[in-house]
């Protein structure tokens, strides 16, 4: 409040300021012609300085910001995958009964155009990213990802993640799969009804990380192809990667 009233004494100061110098010009050159000429001359310009600064400036300078803060954020996503988004893939992955089929659209090559990333994300709706539940070693999994907890729990405390909901969806999941493994006691005493929520859990992470990871992809390939060629390098569902360059 007290800072309103400031501003409110600030500006009938410059109003007053403002008239006072146009009385001393008066005084001095006895013209209210060219007074008012100017005046209304430079109120016309107030709406075209509104215009340039408050629109057209005002967007640029927020599609600049916007842009910084996506690339933050990438760079966010860029470490969730090395650091567990890609082992993840990995082991979900391999317990995809159809890995085979899901593989061939996967292996994605640096002559690929948006328009090639495009056909595959639509074409990865149509796959039903599901594990083998009995083929899960969960004891290795919860150990995994309890022990990345504190790593995601950083993650969501950034504010960049706001412009991302998918990738935000992906890191709820991942941490409400921890947290589901993390109160379980032994895996091999509960009742299969449970192996299954918790199966379903894993194919929620599964389906939504094989998108972020093709989406992230293609944000390497556009913006930084020394990144990608490791990525390719190191392709969870390509057989023949190895992070030797030959």
Do not use: C
Request: glycine share 4%; proline share 3%; hydrophobic share 45%.
């Amino acid at each position: 409040m007290k800072k309103r009233s400031n501003q409110i004494r600030l500006g009938i100061f410059l109003i007053v300021l403002s008239a006072l110098t146009y009385y001393i010009h008066f005084l001095i050159f006895r013209d209210p012609h060219h007074i008012f000429i100017y005046l209304i001359g430079d109120i016309a310009f107030v709406f075209i300085e509104v215009l340039l600064v408050t629109i057209i400036i005002h967007q640029l300078l927020e599609t600049r910001e916007k842009k910084n803060r996506l690339e933050k954020l990438n760079m966010v996503i860029g470490i969730f995958f090395s650091e567990l988004g890609t082992e993840l893939l990995t082991y979900f992955s391999d317990l995809d009964p159809m890995l085979d089929k899901l593989r061939q659209h996967l292996i994605v090559k640096s002559s690929w155009t948006n328009k090639e990333f495009s056909t595959i994300s639509n074409h990865l709706k149509q796959h039903s990213h599901k594990v083998q539940p009995e083929k899960l070693n969960l004891e290795h999994l919860r150990t995994f990802l309890v022990g990345k907890r504190d790593f995601m729990l950083s993650l969501m405390e950034n504010p960049n993640l706001m412009e991302h909901e998918r990738f935000t969806e992906l890191l709820r999941a991942v941490f409400h799969l921890a947290e589901e493994l993390k109160f379980r006691g032994a895996f091999s005493e509960l009742p299969e009804s449970d192996l299954e929520h918790i199966a379903g859990d894993i194919n929620r992470v599964y389906g939504t990380l094989v998108y972020e990871w093709l989406a992230y992809m293609q944000h390497l390939k556009d913006n930084f192809p020394y990144f990608f060629s490791l990525a390719m390098r190191t392709n969870p569902f390509d057989q023949s990667a190895s992070v030797v360059v030959e």
